[in-house]
């Protein structure tokens, strides 16, 4: 009996992609309570979290892949109308319309979008699969372009460059023609090269852009305001050296200096107290995520199942790398919080969910060989 | 047809496949990147990052060290500290300053005098200075504002060490006071590299012994390295290099003697300066009218400063070292001694005074109208007569008396332990060429060595030097520094640091002619001019009385009531006792006191009985309407005596 309900709840998971999310959590929770100072409640809180994510992902990957397929289209309908809706009835904060109020609390449309236009791009290919033609592509940039130009205006560049990303591995493993990757590659060298200029910059982009990719390239430009971040993030991470200074014992994060230090910012926090080995640790476990991803996606028996288990590997891969970048000083700060070790709920259910996609393709899989 | 899309499938399979491949690399160089990153940050760059973390969170907090207590040759504490509270605001984090002293004077009691007081050191420092509104706070006014205090952002309530000085106004000149630092103070301790030790300080020493000792006085501050968070709140201390105290100094000024001689200036001007002549200590310093240096510490009002700064009666002028005065016949034992070592004709000759002294076709006048008639050195000295010592003058000649002079550290600071010492005015040739700029002015004029010789002309000294080379010549010619400080004291080791008197030098003077001008000397608390105030004096002294013309009136703002006694000569005397083995020398002037035998060596009569019998006046008020008495009954015994080169009117003035 009890064997039974085992079976019945372990047969949807992916036990490497589970081991190595359990991995992830522990060092969240380690550096959570460092970061929180010794906030015992706020740890809890995040480990009840991620009991419901995990239970939520659970629930996910007992879903049908061919279900989930049709649950796209309208997905994809629901979140470009929820952007209408926030560039009608948005809450204003900071000068950017982000929020709607649905009552309880407050949503942030661009987070579903972060489901949605995967899961409706990869609909779309499968779809065509037989007949791809570039016509095909031409649409799919304009599924991508639509949700893109609105979360663009309410302006928040960072996030609607990250889920255009997502649109765009969806593109790209469905065959986007080299030629087209390399015109496009040509295309963001001469973006950067322009908005490393300020004089260019403020004709393409928000003054505000501008002055944080100015800010990012001299921090002391601004050392209070914009360069704050920056600097007090390389500052932690530096000082942290090979081995860092210890877990509890970061004097940048436990004086305060580090900001948002349990959420964006938490990296400055594990980069100073774990130092450049526990960074490459984390590295690796990012890796083994990714690379678990991309097995799946390569394993996939559906084009469905290989662009969205693609596009999910590339999008967990690229939260990361823009959350360390930026802490690091690489990348502008942008609101991107550091994959499943940030506190945060929203950001964790909805990664979770994705592995949950990823868990449903892998098990269609050994549903088809068995 | 099945096989095709099998194929298809294939072949899309391997695609992908590359793209799969692709994605991997370019994961794998973008971590190589960001690896890259962490290997800069981390391990290249960690040095300087690690720095930057330390100076982030640590700060450095100075500890103000205690200042040194002054205290005087019988433990006497003439200036210490006390803690009190002050109400401080900082006027840079206060939005409207007006109305918040206007709120806290609803808490506190803030005079119209704090207010200007406040005002003024607003003026003198910057915004963003913590300046106090209200010193010595009660415990209530403290537990009134605690409890108010989050309605004042800015203003806050601290504890602070405040130095007092217990007698007042009493030896005010000789000790000085401490002050605020401003921008002039700021700049010097910048340039001596002492600066930094100054951090958490606020006051340094303005004037006086507080003054030239504030290095000893200071100590050195300490720091506490405190963890601070990003907002600059102290969150623990890591370490604490505590203040070292700054030293004691115990004085060889005697209070109780300086205090008497306080009382006897008893609202006249003028200045006193005594001298231990075996080691240079000076035992009493005063300079009469003073000041309350307590008014100073914590910044002065204006009203109360524009009163002293304005008084006709320059109670801040502190007289024994910048106060210049002709030295009247005080000058001359010096003259005499420098006659007798020069070997000059006069000094073994008698010579007839007349009463007048003819040269170059002027007639120089003798204070006793018909001369002594017959006048030797020994009773020139005694009986101060000018005609012997115009012919001395003349005789010795301008260059020869200057240089001598200068021996005695006439016309140059005595280099004493007190800052700001004039260095008065010794004549000659070329002091005059240097003086004056037209050429008709720069001559020297054989006339003006006749003046010279008695004390007047452009003779101009403090009493300092007058108490100095009174000590010297006491000392039978071997000269000490003056010092008021007697030893050093580190309040924490104990480690007692004795000023070492080094003799500056010995005159080359024949024991013989020393001996004869001190005879000389005796001879007027003898039979001189000082007899009557002496009399019946239980130990030998020597002395010599002096009355200095008052030359400066040109330009003088006096009104006209104050001008008849502002008009009248000042009263001079130096003394040494007992004069074959001096344990103290001294010189007094008092301003407009009149002959020197009139206002002058009574207090030097004093000061003489009470340092060598241990004798105070009994009561001030008997005692100076006796000294009154005897000083009447002195200067009519010797009212025909003393010199009054005034009705001189030859004599070339200032």
Redesign the interface.
Known sequence: MIKVIWDRIKRPVDPWLLLFIILLFTVSTVVLYSASNRDYERVMDKVTFMGVSMFGMWCIANIQPRILMHLALPAYIVGVVLLLAVEFFGITSHGATRWLNIGITRIQPSELMRLALPLMLAWYFHHYE?TLNWRHFVVAGLIILVPFALILKQPDLGTGLLIASSGF?VL??A?LSWRFLGVMAGGIAIFAYIVTHWDLCINVLHEYQCRRIATMLDPMEDPLGAGYHII?G?????????FGKGWLAG??TH???IPERTTDFIFAVY?EEF??VG??IL?VL??LV??RG?MI??SANT?FG?LLA?AIA?NF?TYA?VN??MV???LPVVGVPLPLISYGGTSMVSILATFGLLMSIQRDRSLMKG | MNGRVVMNQHGERNAFQVRLAVAALFIFVMFGILVGRFVWLQVLQHDRYLTLAEQNRISLVPISPSRGIIRDRNGVVLAHNFSAYTLEITPSKVGDLEDTIARLKGIIDITPKDRRRFKKLQDETKDFETLPIRTKLTDEEVARFAAQSYRFPGVEIKARLFRQYPLGESASHLIGYIGRINDRDLKKLDESGRLANYRGTDHIGKLGLEQSYEEQLHGVTGFEQVEIDSGGRAVRTLKRIPPQSGKDLTLSVDIKLQQMVEQQFAGRRGSLVAIDPRNGGILALISQPGFDPNLFVDGIDPQSWSELNESPDKPLLNRAIRGEYPPGSTFKPFMAMAALELNTPIVNQVITDPGYFVYGGHRFNDSKKGGYGSMTFDRSIALSSDTYFYQMAVQMGIDNIAKSMAELDFGKSTGSDLPGERPGILPSPEWKKKRFKKAAQQKWYSGETVSIGIGQGYNAYTPMQMAHATATLANRGVMFKPHAVQTITDPITGKVTVVEPTPVKTMSWKPANMERVIRGMEGVMTIGTAAGVFRNAPYVSAGKTGTAQVYSLKGSKYNANAIKEHLRDHSWFIAFAPSDKPTIALAVIVENGGFGAQAAAPIARKVLDYYLTGKLPVDPAATSAKNASAASSAAQASETEESMPEQTEDVPRD
């Not at chain 1, 390389?234 to 090979?242: E, N, R, V």
């Open positions: 037989s591995y790209f493993f065959g007090q390389t500052i932690a991470i530096g000082s942290g050296g090979w004097t940048q004086l305060d200096f980069g130092g450049l960074n490459c590295l990012y890796l990714i690379f991309l996606s390569n084009l290989r693609g590339m891969f790398l360390m970048g690091s000083g690489m």
